[in-house]
């Protein structure tokens, strides 16, 4: 199952539109969004990539309710974060704005992939048998590059995607 990752989208309605395009083009059946959507406009750009949207809140989601009812069209919004069972393996969405909520997640050992946000910066790291992917930023606004990722649930892999 191919399942798309993306955070940090901060409102730029024009990388979000070219991400969701993107992930439209590789089939993905299901998107994660790690926070900082910031306003509830964005949902209806982000449903054009075709797929279920299931989104955490990041430390820059203010209107909650507005952004909790927007999503309820593409998908769900969970809270602050989000556990659920992607192609039978165990997934958890966190922004990551509390470091030592991002590593427990990862040291638990709960999970098959932990995705997080926040820094802005694309990682792929296994630590154990937990791969952590960060997409880095759909935005663009602090590195100039807009990047989201790709991952694949059978090879357990992850691939940015700058666009």
Do not use: Q, W
Not at 3 to 15: F, T, Y
Not at 62 to 91: H, Q, S, Y
Not at 127 to 147: A, I
Request: proline content about 3%; some cysteine.
């Amino acid at each position: 199952m191919l399942v798309g990752i993306v955070s940090d989208s901060h409102d730029n309605l024009p990388a979000v539109e070219a991400a969701a395009h993107r992930l439209r083009e590789r089939r993905v059946e299901l998107v994660l969004h790690a926070g900082d959507i910031v306003a509830p406009f964005v949902a209806p750009v982000l449903a054009r990539c075709g797929a279920r949207v299931v989104a955490v809140y990041g430390n820059n989601d203010g209107e909650r309710a507005g952004l909790r009812k927007r999503f309820k069209d593409i998908g769900e919004i969970t809270g602050d974060v989000a556990e659920l069972e992607i192609g039978g393996r165990n997934v958890a969405v966190y922004h990551g704005a509390e470091l030592a909520l991002a590593d427990a997640l990862v040291a638990s050992g709960k999970y098959d992939l932990v995705v997080l946000g926040h820094t802005h910066r694309p990682e792929t790291v296994k630590r154990g048998h937990t791969l952590v992917v960060n997409p880095g930023e759909c935005c663009g606004y602090l590195t100039g590059k807009r990047t989201i990722a790709v991952l694949d649930t059978d090879a357990m892999t992850a691939e940015m995607v700058e666009f």
